[in-house]
């Protein structure tokens, strides 16, 4: 794993996201990483992350592998293109669909990993594939298809 | 439109999901009802619940559709049963798949509506078909396919 993770590298003006900017105090604030040529993404959810008693519920892992998938999305870009990510042009994903299988219940008292590959670059559409485990077990499987962000959606840099 | 919200009828032990549980005060607490065979709901999103600057983050528009759609799952098999929704035995649905697709980028500052076409039931398992809104236009289709809660996991009564 490296030591800083993909949103780390996100600029202040695409840093809000409540999934995975670092700037948004009541997010998730999630953090990616390389591992080989998997990301892997680790998040304890809290207590109130509840669906019926003892297990998460849906939309939390929804949203951890819909922007661990944008985020691994945009790795592999620049690694596409063989450049860091704090290099310009920005390359920022959004989801265009999300796909989510929920295989068992999900604990609510332990770490969750989200692991993920990249199935696909073509273009502007990044296709990413993930099992999130939880002590190991897989509890939901996800398919991300992102694509890069039009230029006239981007914030205007600060 | 009926007063009182699906999610008004769960038993104080189901109502903690973030979600959709009335008792979760950290939560979400989305209200869904019938309009006609239709299911609605509305959401206003706080303004942490960014994705780019102007834009709602994906994961609260997949938690919205997956939270509703279980719960018209639930309101669908009541119907079916021609049972009001606070008779016994208690029907409560988890989720097997999530699928959404985002057509457009959802605006920040407006309320959003859920509206859900019960696809088809078959024994345990509902299918809920929706489309997500804001001042009338399609930004994010959702499909779920929600199975009935096994006993083994229905926390006991209160």
Sequence with gaps: MTEKAFQDYYR???????????????????????????????FTPSTYH???PGYVYGGLIASLIDCHSTGSAAAAAYRAENRAMDTD????FLTASLHVDYIKPTP?????EVRSTI?????????????LYAQGELCARGEVVAVQVPEHLLPNES
Tied chains: 1, 2.
Excluded: F
Aim: proline share 5%; glycine share 10%.
């Design 89 to 92: 042009p920005p390359l920022r």
């Design 50 to 52: 509840i669906a019926i």
């Design 12 to 42: 202040d003006e695409y840093s809000h996201c409540y999934g995975c900017g670092r700037l948004n105090d009541q997010g998730l604030q999630i953090k990616s990483y390389w591992d080989g040529d998997e990301t892997v993404m680790t």
């Design 119 to 131: 199935k696909e670059i073509k273009g502007r559409k990044v296709i990413v594939t993930s099992g």
């Design 108 to 112: 609510l008292d332990v770490p969750l």
